[in-house]
């Protein structure tokens, strides 16, 4: 047998005391460590909580720094407060019903350990580009200091921990599609209807309407007109309409799915970033042209305009080629041609393809010939083809050929000295002088000429003080459709008949000259509206598709019309058998004093594509508007924005 060794007395003893010694150690330290823990966990939880109360803090104020940026004068109105807090640095125990002090005590946070600054700029965040204008308080900063109390890590520290929370805020600019922007700051009435019109929108963003105005009469609309937004919006669905006034809506108001947002914040202008035109260093010209030339719709001829400076445009007797300025009818009072086309003059080199002559002798029925092969002139003076032009389906002629000597001539029909009816090439109209009128009998369209290549035409009025703006008579574009029309006799059935327009670019038929248009969307863009007819009457405007008033992509119209900020002004565009104007329309003045005045005639087919950004807004006529707009249009404005 073997024995073993026992052990001494008390070592047994002795191990048990100093295991027991070390686990109690272990469990103490544990317990501190889950004590510490639970502190930080609580820490962790009040800073989130700091942080949430921050940012909606810094938000409020942001929101007032944008209203005072917009429109100082809303201060201590429509349930707005002052603006009075705004500028120094404080802390809610001196100025606890500021916006920031309100919003941190709703989440639990007051007195001195709530702080507001105003820094000049923030870390990380781009300062705003200088168009949108000097901004006093660009940015507000909210800090929250938080003491937490520790339960045991103050067994091993301080017996609390100061937490805080920061965050960071400003007017940033911010990229959204532009609905109908009525701008006015106060005014009653700023949107209004009248009449008996439906004002329809269709299509755009999820906003269709925005009224800045601080009025509870805002809008006013008319008690036998309505505003139907149940076809706006991306989905065609509906849309809102915002108002910054507190205002119940209107009746006659119908939003589909929208809703009536009242008050909402003011939109502001998002076309402040673009500056004016230049005045373009030549003057434009108007030029006697006949049927189906540069597509000329009327059969007694047209008057077409070059882009240029009219702000000394001529309003009397004038040569073809002159600077006659955009005032139509032309005759009576206003503009008129003394003849139909320069001379022929014997043995001259004519070096321009398309220049136009009336010769005076020899030609008994006043024909104008346009130069098809550059040459010299014959030596001596010879009769004139006296058959005109045969227009093809392709634009081209199969007969009225003249040779002149080494130059070749075409017949291309008959003109008047005071036509009914304008065509703009593409390009800039700086107009001054008596403005852009179109009066009863009047018409205008867009020409097929390259112009300056942007395929639309930008209007900047106002160059010549408030009467150099646009005015459109109620009748202007009410000449009947032609169901003939001839350049040879320049003249059509019915008469005074006008050619109609085709959207999609092509041309009339035989019977009526194949009279080319330009095509309503800008190639590649979107298809054309499904309200627009495939053919329609009455005056047909288009913007720019590219340029610097145009879209840097050239699928979209730009600004059609632009006037000047300067200057307080009363545009108005009426049109008997209806309109299309496609593209931006900006009525601005810097003091909101200039009002559009838009209405539809007897005719359905009135329609405003784009989007349209005005001082105030009367809608009217006796019959309907459809404002279709174009949600892909995105321009930078200014937003209140948490940016750290």
């Known amino acids: ?10 070592k047994s003893c002795e191990r048990g005391q100093t295991f027991l010694v070390i686990a109690i150690f272990i469990a103490a330290f544990v317990l501190v460590m889950l004590g510490v823990a639970a502190d930080y ?37 429509n349930g707005v407060g002052s603006f009075g807090w705004i500028g120094s640095s404080y802390d809610c125990s001196s100025n606890a019903g500021s916006p920031p002090c309100k919003y941190a005590a709703l989440n639990g946070y007051s007195g001195s350990n709530v702080q507001v600054s105003f820094p000049s700029s923030l870390p990380g965040v781009s300062s705003i580009p200088s168009g949108f204008g000097s901004i006093a308080h660009p940015y507000i900063e909210v800090k929250i200091t938080d003491p937490v109390s520790m339960s045991f890590t103050k067994l091993i520290s301080a017996g609390s921990v100061n937490m805080t929370a920061k965050a960071g805020c400003g007017l940033n600019p911010v990229a959204v599609p532009i609905p109908l922007v009525v701008m006015h700051p106060s005014s009653t ?22 009224v800045d105005s601080s009025s509870t009469t805002a ?28 205002e119940s809506k209107p009746g006659g108001v119908s939003l589909g799915v929208g809703n009536w947002v009242s008050p909402a914040s003011p939109f502001g202008d998002p076309w402040l970033t673009y500056s004016a035109p230049s005045k373009p260093p030549t003057a434009g010209t108007a030029t006697p042209v006949p049927l189906g030339m540069n597509g000329c719709p009327d059969p007694a001829g047209c008057v077409e305009f070059t882009a240029g400076d009219y702000t000394s445009c001529t309003s009397g007797t004038f040569a073809p080629g002159g600077n006659g300025c955009l005032m139509l009818k032309y005759g009576g009072s206003n503009p008129r041609f003394s003849l139909g086309g320069t001379n022929w003059v014997a043995n001259k080199s004519y070096t321009v393809v398309g220049t136009l002559i009336q010769p005076q002798s020899n030609n008994a029925g006043q024909f104008v010939f346009k130069l098809i092969t550059t040459g010299t002139s014959a030596v001596s003076a010879h009769a004139w083809n006296q058959t005109t032009c045969t227009p093809q389906s392709d634009g081209t002629c199969s007969s009225g050929t003249q040779l002149d000597g080494t130059a070749t001539w075409q017949n291309v029909g008959k003109v008047s000295t005071a036509p009914n009816t304008a065509i703009f090439d593409p390009g800039l109209y700086y107009v001054g002088a008596g403005g852009l009128k179109l009066a009863s009998g009047s018409s205008a369209r867009m020409s097929t000429a390259t112009g300056d290549g942007n395929k639309g035409a930008t209007f900047y009025l106002g160059a010549g003080g408030s009467t150099a703006t646009l005015a459109v008579d109620a009748n202007s574009g009410s000449s009947s459709a032609c169901s003939s029309a001839s350049a ?18 092509s041309r009339s038929s035989q019977a009526t000259g194949y009279v080319a248009s330009r095509q309503l969307q800008c190639p590649g863009g979107a298809p054309n509206p499904s309200q627009v007819p495939t053919t329609i009457d009455g005056n047909i405007l288009l913007g720019p598709c590219s340029g610097t008033y145009g879209d840097s992509a050239g699928l979209n119209r730009g600004f059609l019309f632009f006037q000047n900020r300067a200057t307080a002004a009363s545009p108005s565009w009426g049109g008997g058998a ?45 019959s309907g508007i459809k404002m279709i707009l174009n949600p892909q249009v995105t321009f930078e404005i200014l937003r209140p924005t948490l940016l750290e």
């Open 1 to 10: 047998m073997k024995l073993q060794r026992a052990n001494p007395p008390g």
């Open 41 to 77: 966990t609580q820490v962790w939880a009040h800073r989130q909580m700091a942080q949430g109360a921050a940012d909606a803090a810094c938000q409020a104020g942001a929101a007032d720094l944008f209203l005072q940026a917009e429109d100082p004068s809303v201060s201590g109105t």
């Open 189 to 210: 009435g700023s949107f209004s209807t009248n009449g008996t019109p439906t004002v329809t929108i269709i299509g755009g963003p999820n906003r269709s309407i925005q």
């Open 219 to 246: 809008v006013i609309i008319g008690t036998s007109s309505s505003v139907n937004l149940t076809q706006a919006g991306p989905n065609l669905n509906g849309a809102d309409f915002g108002v910054f006034g507190q």
């Open 488 to 505: 040879a006799t320049g003249s059509g059935s019915p008469n005074n008949c006008i050619v109609s327009y085709k959207i999609d670019g």
């Open 578 to 622: 209806g309109f299309i104007l496609s593209g931006f329309m900006y009525f601005h003045n810097s003091s909101n004093g200039t009002t559009l005045s838009l209405s539809g005639g007897s005719s359905s087919n009135s329609f405003a594509l784009g989007n349209i950004v005005v001082d105030k807004i009367s809608l009217g006529g006796n």
